[in-house]
């Protein structure tokens, strides 16, 4: 959708502001570290940062209740062992905002049925089931739409998947801008911009380069959790799907040098995979792993893998076991989070109200 207020909505009237979050369903993996968390920690150097734990999201499907509390504050222990400073961004549990849900129905009135139709991670969840999933996962998209408005977010870090999602958000912050504000006021919404991740944004699975590492994945040996020890890495490394040939050459890289070719990631998925995991953790380009590792056997290239993941998340994996036998800690963070969260939003939701024609106390 477009429309002329789209371009009254221009960012430069909102102060630069990064929100994003994670959900908490399953093990947070290696994908998960390289695709978001990792740049999370590095955006706090560029502008404010709003990090939250989309629990009203991972309810679109069931979850144990127990199991779900858990998993909210090993999310936020990760974030917290990860690098990201709870004094310098805001990190809480999005049900504890009370301003999602309800701006998330304003923009499930604004949204169209025809949007929330083409969204195609809806269709892949859904399967054949289609009739049978809860209305929630159907509308999320909204939902996600308010997460990132409520706080007039001008820049989400987003991978492939979630692309079309922040488009939703783009088309439903214009809508509300061009039905809800005056012809000569600029939008009361800012038209979100991405922020493209760099290397190894899409991780793919140890047993199928062809398919994302997925927390949902029935086989944990698919996957490199951040609460994995040192000999559960090794092994999953040692295990991970490779092909007969050695390490590739010059010619596995894309035309400008940057990114991997083509040809490889279709003909050879699992060496592009194990490259690309390798040169993200070990914090080089692509170029200079293919320059120091072509030639290589598998064997002797898993081992290097092994010791650069080894290397990086023991200290990780360390803190989190810390602060999840310090659930005080954890949940004083969340609370302080949502306190400062909830300061930001009201005032955001509140002035939607007024511009809708809701009356709020």
């Known amino acids: 959708m477009s429309s002329a207020k789209t371009t009254a909505s221009a960012n430069t009237e909102f102060p630069n502001r990064v929100f994003s979050g994670v959900q908490p369903s399953g093990a947070i993996t290696l994908g998960n570290y390289l695709g978001a968390i990792r740049n999370f920690v590095r955006l706090q150097d560029e502008m404010e940062c709003i990090y939250c734990v989309v629990d009203l999201h991972a309810i679109t499907v069931w979850q144990d209740p127990a199991e779900l509390a858990n998993q909210t504050r090993e999310i936020t222990a990760a974030y917290l062992a990860s690098g990201i400073d709870p004094k310098r961004s805001i990190i809480f549990n999005q049900s504890m905002v009370s301003a999602h849900a309800e701006l998330g129905w304003l923009f499930s009135c604004v949204a169209r049925m025809g949007w929330m139709n ?14 049978k999933v809860a209305l929630g996962l159907f509308a999320y998209p909204a939902l996600m739409a308010a997460d990132i408005l409520a706080y007039k977010a001008t820049h989400v870090p987003v991978g492939d998947d979630q692309k079309q999602h922040l488009e939703l958000t783009r088309d439903i912050a214009a809508k509300f801008n061009y039905d809800f504000c005056g012809e000569d006021q600029p939008g009361y919404f800012p038209i979100t911009e991405p922020i493209i991740q760099g290397s190894a944004t899409r991780v793919m699975s140890l047993r199928d380069g062809s398919k994302k590492m997925s927390k949902s994945d029935p086989s ?61 953790m070990s914090d080089q380009s692509l170029a200079q792993v293919i320059e120091a590792k072509q030639g ?20 990780i994996s360390a803190e989190m076991q810390r602060l999840m036998d310090d659930k005080a800690e954890v949940d004083a963070v969340l609370r302080d989070g949502a306190e400062r969260a909830a300061a930001i939003a009201e ?15």
């Open 118 to 131: 083409r969204m195609t991670q809806f269709k892949d969840k859904a399967g054949k089931n289609r009739e």
């Open 296 to 315: 290589h056997s598998f064997a002797d290239f898993k081992k290097d893998l092994t010791e650069v993941v080894v290397e990086r998340f023991s200290p």
């Open 220 to 280: 944990d040996m698919s996957r490199i959790n951040l609460t994995d020890d040192a000999d559960a890495i090794a092994l999953k490394i040692r295990k991970a799907k490779t092909d007969p040939e050695v390490l590739p050459g010059g010619e596995a890289l894309s035309e400008d040098g940057q990114g991997l070719s083509d040809t490889l990631r279709s003909e050879r998925p699992e060496a592009a995979n194990l490259l690309s995991i390798y040169a993200a």
């Open 347 to 361: 005032p955001i939701l509140r002035g939607a109200y007024d511009r809708v024609g809701l009356l709020k106390p």
